[in-house]
RNA sequence: GGGCGAUUAGCUCAGUUGGUUAGAGCGUUUGCUUUACACGCAAAAUGUCGGGGGUUCGAGUCCCUCAUCGCCCACCA
């Protein structure tokens, strides 16, 4: 209701009245007797409910007869001008030409003949109301009908009918209706139905279908050039499938009905001289003498939103704003507004600016109940965001609709969901707290610093590939993919191994110390900047507590992470990483399946796959024996000596055997049948994967890569096959 | 009537152009007062990917069909 927006409102308005596209005229609408106004069809929600189909006795006018119509709308009788049956249907048409008395009333009413009237539905006649259902007005005018109104602007009778009935509300008229007409015995049958209903949005009531004088737009040129941006790819949907919702009602668009009888709103800039019937329409009052008294009724709501992609930018003044924003990049909304606003923003872009408003529109989920029922305020179902930010924080709540949106479908929520940004959000609190813990940041947390072990070009591939894969999920809108990444990076990658694997050259201090707690900070602080757009209250918080921001500063303004530091990296050095943490998983694996409290030191023994192994983890002992929480780790180019210290339960992972010497604890029966499970499982892929490479036609067909990576993975399979089989020998004895 | 979507672990859902042995969170079970975090740590169990058919060397993924659920549009004397 800004004055810039209202004159926009004008402009655009005058301007399509001189086009010839918006017109002053009688026709059906939609009305909410709730609201006393007009509505668009858009405005309109059918609901089904129950109902009653009344079947009513019409009396022929000549001689002894009656024609039996069927009606879910008794009151509206008394706007009937007419009977139809179908000109070719036998049994009724020799009547058209004549006359039927109208129930309830003096009045006499045509027989007419009309293809309309279906002579296989009901009893093949039909009531002809002109002044409340569409299809009666269409027969109404091909035979020079009267259009009756019957209702009062708030759904009571009027006094176009019978005496009794005029201020009656329309269901009580009903019932009375069918009361006289059941004492006249003219009711001839009545049927419980479930019927659809139209129903206003806002005023919840029925809506009714009449006559009225209101202001119209004509919407099919303007929908030419809407369809062709998107049909050229020049507008985005992402999901693409909603362009099929938005081609089928563009292409069948039907002219807007602009004008409601509200208080509220732009006032239309249309004047009436009541002297000589003149119609004005203009942005300022005329100038003209005369009687002039300006059109009451206001545009509906959506008449100003549709230009909002430039009106608030100053249109039609071209400001530099407009210059500099206008096409805009992305719109995201809810694919139930679809209608209402965005293709009415790509019309009216098109017809007022030339041009597209924006490329892409993001269609967001939207959030339904545990039922799956739309939020609703009368339906009380909807959490107030203000509570759920109290109990859980904005960034929780914000991180937690991002990560379980799915692309396009809607969201069951309940507030628990929320559980996953807070415990998200507090994990990412410890982890830059157990940071500060160990002192003020590095002098350069920009840069990585030299010599970094294995464990850190490990934790800065992770950071780098999290990097590219969040750029590839946001450039496709899959914001949830993006989320779920950065979940996984913080919380595996960085806080259950990396910090872990950390804490050993942090213990060890000088240099060792340094290097690490730079190597943290540098990822951290990507970490933070990565995650801001999804939680920004928290990152900004964390960027200045770190020291990674100074103050009266935003992260927002720092720069977006590139994935460059990995390129260079020796790939066998994240391998040791890997597996060496494989062998930690293996180790805790066998002291959980003895029930051994992981704050229990134990002793583990490895036997490395190779010369090139058993360098590698010797490399990697202390680190071993902190994650394993180990006393001694003994890594060795042997078995482990069963004969000599008793059998150990133990299993193969790729960079060599680990152990768990059990001093005579173990279970040797189920240690055998776990690994001959184990035996079982390997020699079933083993099985699957040779049948694979066997059959010409794979190796001729697949891709070479996935040839390569079968073959490879036969080769893995039969060297765990063999570990296997050996340990299961050495436990045997 | 037309269109769109869904059906995957007990629950809520991921699974991008078909490619090894289908994943996560919650819940469940076991063990943990391991000095960042119990809103936590370490481990474990659970699936004939709605039914049927087809295409393919290969299907949760593509096609057809059926079933159930949901949404949109149109119609409904």
Same mark, same amino acid.
């Given at each position: 209701m800004d004055e810039g927006l209202s004159d926009a409102v004008r402009k655009v308005f005058v301007a399509l009245y001189k086009k010839g596209y918006i017109y002053r005229g009688q026709r059906m609408i939609n009305w909410c007797p709730a609201a006393k106004s007009a509505l668009s069809d858009e405005e309109v929600i059918y609901r089904d409910v129950p109902g009653k189909f009344y079947y009513f006795r019409y009396p022929l006018a000549e001689g002894e007869g009656a024609l039996i119509v069927a009606t879910t709308r008794p009151e509206t009788m008394f706007g009937d001008t007419a009977v139809a049956v179908h000109p070719d249907d036998e049994r009724y048409n020799k009547? !058209?030409?004549? *006359?039927?008395?109208?129930?309830?009333?003096?009045?006499?009413?045509?027989?007419?003949?009309?293809?309309?009237?279906?002579?296989?539905?009901?009893?093949?006649?039909?009531? !002809?109301?002109p002044g409340h259902d569409p299809n009666d007005f269409e027969v109404g005018k091909r035979h020079n009908l009267e259009v009756i109104n019957i209702? +009062? +602007?708030?759904?009571?009778? +009027?006094?176009?009918?019978?005496?009794? *009935?005029?201020?009656?509300?329309?269901?009580?008229?009903?019932?009375?209706?069918?009361?006289?007409?059941? &004492?006249?015995?003219?009711?001839?049958?009545? &049927?419980? !139905?479930?019927?659809?209903?139209?129903? /206003?949005?806002?005023?919840?009531?029925?809506?009714?279908?009449?006559?009225? =004088?209101?202001?119209?737009?004509?919407?099919?040129?303007?929908?030419? #050039?809407?369809?062709?941006?998107?049909k050229s790819g020049k507008i985005k949907f992402y999901p693409e499938r909603w362009t099929k919702t938005y081609f089928h009602w563009m292409e069948n668009i039907q002219d807007w009905c602009i004008s409601r009888q509200l208080w509220?709103? %732009?006032?239309? #800039?249309?004047w009436y001289n009541d002297e000589n019937g003149e119609v004005y329409v203009? &942005?300022? #009052?005329?100038?003209a003498p005369g009687k002039w008294r300006q059109e009451e009724d206001v545009l509906d709501t959506w008449v100003s939103s549709w230009l909002w992609p430039f009106s608030i930018m100053g249109w039609p003044e071209q400001t530099g704003e407009l210059k500099k924003f206008y096409p805009t990049n992305d719109l995201v909304t809810g694919p139930d507004i679809i209608f209402f606003w965005v293709a009415r923003m790509i019309m009216a872009g098109c017809e007022f600016e030339g041009t597209i408003p924006f490329r892409n529109v993001y269609f967001t989920s939207i959030i339904r109940d545990e039922k799956g029922r739309k939020l609703s305020k009368s339906l009380g179902n909807s959490p107030d965001p203000l509570d759920v930010i109290a109990e859980y924080g904005a960034d929780a709540l914000r991180f937690s609709i991002v990560y379980i949106a799915p692309v396009g479908m809607d969201i069951r929520y309940n507030n628990e969901k929320c559980e996953i940004g807070r415990n998200f959000a507090n994990k990412l609190w410890n982890a830059c707290r157990f940071r500060q813990m160990q002192g003020g940041v590095s002098a350069d947390f920009e840069h990585l610093p030299e010599g970094l072990s294995c464990d850190e070009k490990w934790m800065i591939s992770k950071l780098d590939a999290a990097i590219s894969g969040i750029e590839e999920e946001? @450039?496709?809108?899959?914001?949830?993919?993006?989320? %779920?990444?950065?979940?996984?990076?913080?919380?595996?990658?960085?806080c259950d191994w990396f910090v872990e694997a950390e804490k050993l050259p942090m213990r060890s201090g000088g240099a060792d110390r340094e290097r690490a707690l730079a190597v943290l900070d540098y990822a951290l602080f990507r970490i933070l900047k990565l995650l801001h757009p999804f939680m920004p209250f928290i990152t900004e918080e964390l960027a200045h507590r770190m020291g990674f921001v100074e103050e009266g500063k935003s992260i927002m303004y720092t720069a977006w992470p590139e994935a460059d530091d990995a390129a260079s990296f020796d790939p066998a050095e994240c391998a040791l990483a890997d597996g060496k943490f494989e062998l930690v998983r293996i180790g805790r694996f066998l002291r959980s399946s003895y029930n051994i409290p992981d704050g229990k030191k134990l002793d583990f023994h490895i036997k490395a796959a190779g010369k090139t192994e058993?360098?590698?983890?010797?490399?990697?002992?202390?680190?071993?024996?902190?994650?394993?929480?180990? @006393? +001694?780790?003994?890594?060795?180019? @042997?078995?482990?000596? /069963?004969?000599? %210290?008793?059998?150990? #339960? =133990?299993?193969?992972?790729?960079?060599?055997?680990? =152990?768990l010497p059990l001093a005579g604890l173990i279970d040797v029966a189920a240690e055998l049948a776990r690994l001959e499970k184990q035996l079982k499982d390997i020699n079933g892929w083993i099985a699957s994967a040779k049948g694979k490479l066997a059959n010409e036609r794979f190796v001729k067909n697949a891709p070479p890569q996935v040839v390569a990576d079968a073959r490879s993975g036969l080769a893995d399979l039969e060297v765990r096959k063999t570990r296997t089989e050996e340990l299961i020998s050495a436990l045997k004895g």
């Open positions: 009547l !058209i030409g004549k *006359f039927v008395k109208l129930p309830l009333t003096d009045r006499l009413i045509p027989i007419v003949g009309d293809i309309h009237a279906d002579p296989t539905k009901g009893t093949g006649c039909v009531k !002809i109301t209702m +009062n +602007n708030d759904g009571t009778l +009027n006094d176009l009918c019978p005496a009794d *009935f005029v201020g009656l509300d329309r269901f009580v008229a009903r019932d009375l209706c069918v009361r006289k007409l059941t &004492e006249q015995g003219l009711v001839e049958k009545i &049927e419980d !139905i479930t019927h659809s209903v139209g129903y /206003s949005e806002r005023g919840g009531v029925p809506i009714e279908t009449l006559v009225s =004088s209101q202001w119209f737009c004509k919407m099919d040129e303007l929908a030419k #050039p809407a369809i062709e941006a998107v509220w709103g %732009h006032r239309i #800039p249309a203009g &942005e300022e #009052p005329p100038a946001l @450039e496709k809108f899959r914001f949830h993919a993006a989320a %779920h990444a950065l979940y996984d990076l913080v919380w595996s990658d960085f058993f360098d590698a983890l010797v490399t990697q002992r202390e680190s071993l024996k902190l994650l394993l929480n180990a @006393e +001694n780790i003994e890594i060795s180019l @042997e078995a482990f000596d /069963s004969a000599a %210290h008793g059998a150990a #339960p =133990s299993q193969p992972g790729a960079m060599g055997v680990i =152990s």
